[in-house]
Structures are given as C-alpha cells and as structure tokens.
C-alpha cells in the first residue's frame, strides 16, 4: 500500500459531486437547508485542515495507526465468527438507501459495530476485542467489517462530506494482490493483510475485487483533525446529521435487520440436542 508521502506538496483538487452518480432525491426543506451547511463546511474543512487535504495519507500522520495494526490477529478471529452467518449479513445497500446509486447487487456485505456515532449493542458484545482497539481513534463515526464478495466493483464516486477520513484495515486479502485494489483520486492502493490504509472518500475514488475470493476490511471513518472554525462547525454537524431522513433511514433499517438476525441465533441455541 502506498501512502501519501508528503501532505505539504500541492494537493489535488477536491470536487464537490461525482460526475455519473445521481444523489438520492432528498426534496424535504430541512434537508435542503442542511446540504448548503453542509457544502459550505466542506469549503471551510478545506482551509482549516490540520494535516493539508491529500487523497492518501501517510499513517506515520497517526501513531495510533500502529495500535490498529497490533490488534489485527484479535480482530481476525472476531471476523472469522462473523463470517461463519456470511449469507445472513445485510448488503450495504439495504442498510443505507443511498449505497443504491453505486451498489444494487449483493456482493458488498456489512456489519456494522457503529454506524454515524450510533453504537450496534449486540454487535459489539459479539466483537469485544475489535471495539476495544477502536478506542484508540479520536473521533470515531463508523466501524464496520466491509465484505467485498468475489467479481465486487464499486465505480467512481465520491463520499457525502469531506469531514471525515476513511481508514481500511486489511484482513482478508486474498491472492492474486493486483485483482485487487483501490483507487483514490490518481492513486492506486492495494490492501495488505495487518496493514492500515488512511484516505480521504470526499476525492473520487472505486474499488474492486476481480480475485474468485472474498474481501475483508475493517473500515472505519473518524473526524477529520481541524482548526478552529472548522472543528467546531464540523463538531455541530456531526451531531446534526442524526436528524437527517437518510441517517434516520439507515438506523431504522439496521435496527430491523438486527432483530432478525439475532432472533434467528437465539432460535438456534434452543434447538433442542439430537
């Protein structure tokens, strides 16, 4: 994986929108009103910016990174038990709506321990050692384990709002390494097993699986470091954003899958014993 190796060098420009990739219709007055907050605070993020705005990150920038990668091994075996209900994982897409722009199939599967700062309980207690290493990240929005099953493409697109970084732990790389990879901006990253890769998902970006195996990492976006003003009015959205129909939306929808899937392990258990 190739980091960023100075974020001082003139940096790419950020675009505002992807080109070919429809937003959700959100016609609603209050989320209008916030989307122009939100495009005015991505232009403050920008030139408030503690460590500049490159696409890739060198992780040296975080000496926590190196914390995340010690608890790889743990991390593993908590996704290997996951990974034994595979099929019975939610797609993206039927957790957040407007996933459907970029993902209708089902080869992009999640499970989320938090999703935009709302904690998943029952996730969690079954991935103990996992949350205790994302303790470590200031600023934490969203953790999940982020599936990516065989012939998987997402095409270019861009994230909602540049006031987060997206981090990638590698856990599940399977061979051949150049099938598969992620592109940020002009720059092509490929996942390491144990390793951290640290990006910006407001710059365009597409990933893929062309390997006949499955494709895991732990993908986690926290808030991005600023100066004041920008961390202050990136603080307030954050704690707006939970209002939002399609936040709202994606926690309804989780909170159902959640039900389900759990129900259907406590069914399991009180199976009576052949």
């Not at 195996?213 to 808030?223: A, E, G, I």
């Not at 603080?235 to 899958?257: C, Q, S, V, Y």
Request: with cysteine; net charge positive.
């Amino acid at each position: 994986m190739k980091p960023h190796s100075n974020a001082s060098v003139s940096q790419p420009q950020q675009n505002f929108g992807t080109s070919g990739i429809a937003p959700m219709d959100r016609p609603s007055r209050i989320t209008r009103f916030f989307m122009g907050i939100v495009a005015w605070a991505e232009r403050l993020n920008l030139k408030y910016a503690k460590l500049g705005n490159p696409p890739v990150y060198d992780n040296a920038q975080f000496p926590w990174a190196k914390e995340i990668e010690a608890a790889t091994p743990a991390i593993r075996a908590e996704l290997d038990r996951i990974l034994l209900r595979q099929h019975e994982l939610p797609s993206f897409q039927d957790i957040s709506a407007d996933v459907k722009t970029i993902s209708t199939d089902n080869h992009w599967k999640t499970f989320f321990l938090l999703g935009f700062g709302v904690r998943s309980e029952q996730n969690i207690a079954a991935c103990p050692e996992t949350w205790k290493a994302m303790q470590k990240i200031p600023g934490l929005t969203t953790v999940m384990f982020s599936i990516f099953e065989p012939g998987k493409h997402l095409p270019p697109h861009r994230g909602p709002y540049n006031g987060v970084l997206r981090l990638h732990l590698g856990l599940i790389v399977p061979e051949p390494r150049d099938k598969l990879a992620i592109r940020v901006e002009n720059e092509i990253c490929h996942w390491e097993e144990g390793k951290v890769l640290i990006f910006d998902d407001a710059y365009e970006h597409e990933a893929w699986n062309h390997t006949d195996k499955t494709r895991v990492v732990l993908f986690v976006d926290f808030v991005k470091p600023l100066k004041f003003p920008a961390r202050l009015v990136n603080w307030l959205l954050m704690h707006l954003a939970i209002f939002t129909p399609f936040i709202r939306e994606g926690l309804d929808n989780h909170k159902e899958w959640e039900k389900k899937f759990y129900a259907q392990a406590e069914a399991l258990r009180n199976q009576p014993k052949p």
